[in-house]
């Protein structure tokens, strides 16, 4: 996948907004104002030695470390809570991984929200 695949993905899962909470060379993508994947632009103050395309998504503990362990295109996320979070370099990996990841992490943001709000997404 490429940067602009991996945003038209992500905003193609219902209810999801983006924003540039920190500034231009991040995109956080939202559900009911929860972020679960941050999108690296490349360049500014986020930007890594290696500079390869990577995005950051919210995980299950279980599952982040799962993924670390099977994938050296997984890392702890640089920014964020490693223990929630993993840097995943999506150009080194098959489309499917990354569009299923994506949708992962969508899902936990959806199993946290309330029953109430929930139910707009069930079946996604």
């Known amino acids: 996948m490429n940067i602009e695949q991996v945003r038209e993905y992500t905003m193609s899962l219902p209810g999801v907004t983006e924003d540039q909470p ?3 060379d991040i995109i956080t993508f939202r559900l009911e ?3 679960f994947v941050c999108l690296w632009l490349g ?3 986020h930007d890594m030695q290696d500079s390869e395309p990577r995005l950051a998504l ?3 503990p279980e599952r982040n470390e799962e993924l670390r362990e099977k994938f050296s295109a997984v890392i702890p996320a640089y920014h964020w809570n490693k223990k929630h979070w993993s840097d995943v370099y ?3 990996l098959d489309d499917s991984l990354v569009q299923e990841w994506i949708r992962e992490s969508y899902h936990l943001i959806v199993s946290k929200l309330p029953k109430a709000v929930r ?3 069930i079946k996604q």
């Open 43 to 45: 360049g500014g103050k």
């Open 33 to 35: 104002g929860k972020i």
């Open 22 to 24: 920190f500034g231009d």
């Open 90 to 92: 999506y150009a080194q």
């Open 58 to 60: 919210k995980l299950t």
């Open 119 to 121: 139910q707009k997404y």
